[in-house]
């Protein structure tokens, strides 16, 4: 299939009519929102779902969101709001926050993946509301990655995955997030964040009082996410990620690094801004290095840690070492994307010491000290 591609600086609205009539044909188009990519398609029309499986090679049973231009359209889509549904609802929408509801018999299975709840959110990147509002329907749409790698956050990136896959990409920049939405299970006693994201657990406690924490996201294989996505190996790099975390972690991780060095190692570093000047200073230039900066806080960790790790893809290493940040605000979802992709290979670095906080097989030279 011939992928079709939109500027969305040139004739915007020519773009956008093309695209909503090749959704409403049942077809798969890219489109930004504020968070990552999505690949949305009628999510009313389960054939038309059914592409955006395809496209994607993701598990049938793995559900997707549906996006909505109003508020009001989240009415259609259920049975009944909760209270803190409804709360959550009025404060964070448009933006960064999906709300898991009650499911109406309009809806597919194979948007739900059978499942008796939905997923609902509406963005607030005005060609994502544009895009919807053009389509007329409730928009399908899961990140525009092929399943297992990381989101995209801008159309290049999209392309790279998906190019002779899908009907067309509306190209609208980079997304100013960079982190995919805050997934809340609404339908429990106490609202429970099946997956960290824009909208923070501070936020959400600010609104409604307690929140709860899926437990089966802290990496324990006995347990199972209640957001079936959450369970499969995502966001992850090509080449093996061993992830510094605690005060001592940029340290640690530039002794780390020179030891590798000497070694002769090909790796990559993720590190912040101040760290990865100073391990230029250590290291010197060498070419079989890449250190790659997210820039200073977390919001440009959030921002850029996506495209980083694909640029680490097209480096090549035989590893990636990646320094941890704390899990307030923003830090909760980078963090849970990073342990992801880091298969839970995590290095404790405090008072001196290194240990294993959990995976196995880590190389000698990452803990020696
Ligand atoms: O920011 C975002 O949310 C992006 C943009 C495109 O809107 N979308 C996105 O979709 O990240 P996706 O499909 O990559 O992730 C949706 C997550 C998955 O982990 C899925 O299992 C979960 O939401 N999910 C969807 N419906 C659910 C439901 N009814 N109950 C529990 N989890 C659900
Ligand atoms: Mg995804």
């Given at each position: 299939m011939e992928t079709k591609y939109w500027d969305l600086k040139k004739n915007p609205r020519q773009a956008m009519e093309e695209a909503a009539a090749?959704?409403?044909?049942?077809?798969?188009?890219?489109?930004?929102?504020?968070?990552?990519?999505?690949?949305?398609?009628?999510?009313?029309?389960g054939a038309a779902v059914a592409r955006i499986f395809a496209a994607k090679g993701r598990p049938v049973d793995n559900p997707l969101i549906l996006h909505v231009a109003r508020k009001e359209q989240v009415e259609t889509l259920t049975t009944g709001l909760s209270a803190s549904a409804r709360a959550l609802i009025e404060t964070f929408w448009p933006g960064p926050l999906t709300v898991v509801v009650p499911k109406a018999p309009c809806v597919p299975d194979e948007t739900s993946a059978g499942l008796d709840t939905v997923a609902v959110r509406m963005p607030s990147h005005p060609v994502a509301n544009a895009f919807i509002a053009a389509c007329g329907c409730p928009i399908a749409a899961p990140s525009a990655n092929l399943s297992g790698k990381p989101s995209p956050t801008n159309a290049a990136d999209v392309a790279e995955d998906m190019d002779g896959k899908i009907a067309g990409i509306l190209d609208g920049g980079s997304c100013g997030i960079g982190v995919e939405s805050t997934v809340?299970?609404?339908?429990?006693?106490?609202?429970?964040?099946?997956?960290?994201?824009?909208?923070?657990?501070?936020?959400?406690?600010?609104?409604?009082?307690?929140?709860?924490?899926?437990?089966?996201?802290?990496?324990n294989p006995a347990l199972r996410p209640k957001a079936p996505g959450m369970k499969y190996r995502h966001y992850a790099p090509a080449a093996p990620l061993y992830l510094y975390e605690g005060d001592e972690a940029p340290l640690c991780l530039a002794r780390a690094a020179e030891r590798a060095a000497a070694k002769g190692v090909r790796a990559g570093i993720l590190c912040d801004?101040?760290?990865?000047?100073?391990?230029?200073?250590?290291?010197?230039?060498?070419?079989?290095?890449?250190?790659?900066?997210?820039?200073r806080g977390k919001a440009d960790l959030a921002e850029n840690l996506y495209t980083l790790l694909r640029d680490f893809d097209r480096f090549h290493p035989q590893l990636i070492l990646g320094m941890g940040v704390d899990e307030g605000g923003m830090g909760l979802a980078v963090m849970n994307r990073l342990r992801k992709a880091a298969g839970f290979h995590i290095l404790q670095a405090r008072d001196g010491v290194v240990t294993v906080q959990g995976g196995t097989g880590f190389p000698d030279y990452l803990l020696a000290e």
């Open positions: 090749l959704v409403r044909a049942g077809e798969v188009v890219a489109f930004p929102t504020e968070t990552v990519y999505g690949l949305g398609a009628d999510g009313l029309n809340v299970d609404t339908t429990s006693p106490i609202p429970t964040i099946l997956r960290p994201g824009g909208i923070t657990r501070e936020m959400l406690e600010n609104l409604l009082g307690a929140v709860d924490i899926d437990p089966a996201l802290a990496g801004a101040v760290t990865a000047r100073s391990l230029r200073e250590r290291l010197g230039r060498n070419p079989s290095f890449l250190i790659l900066s997210w820039g």
